[in-house]
């Protein structure tokens, strides 16, 4: 018996486990049975048809995705995917460059690459990983289970200035800051 083939939609802006059950949940809402849900991508079980992939692409744009289309927006998210798994790798990668653990992955020069997603996105891959590392340091921050120390070396900073020195310029905040105001709205109600 020949196995019933998957109809792959590639879905902008995913980036964590929430986004996955936001897209479930939108499928299931739309009755569109599926497979499987990924970062960047849903396997449906059936071929929709297109007023249906417009619906879906309307639901989807209400909560910050978007239907991807194109061969340059597949290179884009992939490039995305590559710089989120170079952040939580944990392996020898932190001494690895960026740029060539993203051309290891997806096999074309740096500088197109660099320029398409510069073209699509509105900023540079390099800028996108600073503020994806933040984001990392913040959500470790908050765990509170790491110093500063190991957040620095864990996220691959040189050291804690660098970390606090990149920190304060895309949030605004030193992380000594961000950790006394999350501990703050930690506090419970009615609470000394």
Known sequence: MKEKQLYKLLIKNMVCQRCIMTVENTLHKLDMPFANVFLGEAELLNDPDGSKLNILGQELNKVGFELIETRINKIVEDIKK???A??????DNKKKKLSSYITQHIHYDYSYLSDLFSS???ITIEQ???VQRIEKVKELIVYEELSLTEIAWQT?????????TQFKKVTGL???HFKKIGAEKRKPIGGS
Do not use: K
């Open 82 to 84: 590559l710089v989120l």
């Open 174 to 176: 030193t992380p000594s």
């Open 120 to 122: 699509i996105e509105g």
């Open 128 to 130: 996108f990983f600073i």
């Open 156 to 164: 691959g900073f040189s050291s804690v200035h660098h970390l606090s």
């Open 86 to 91: 170079y952040i939580t790798d944990q392996s």
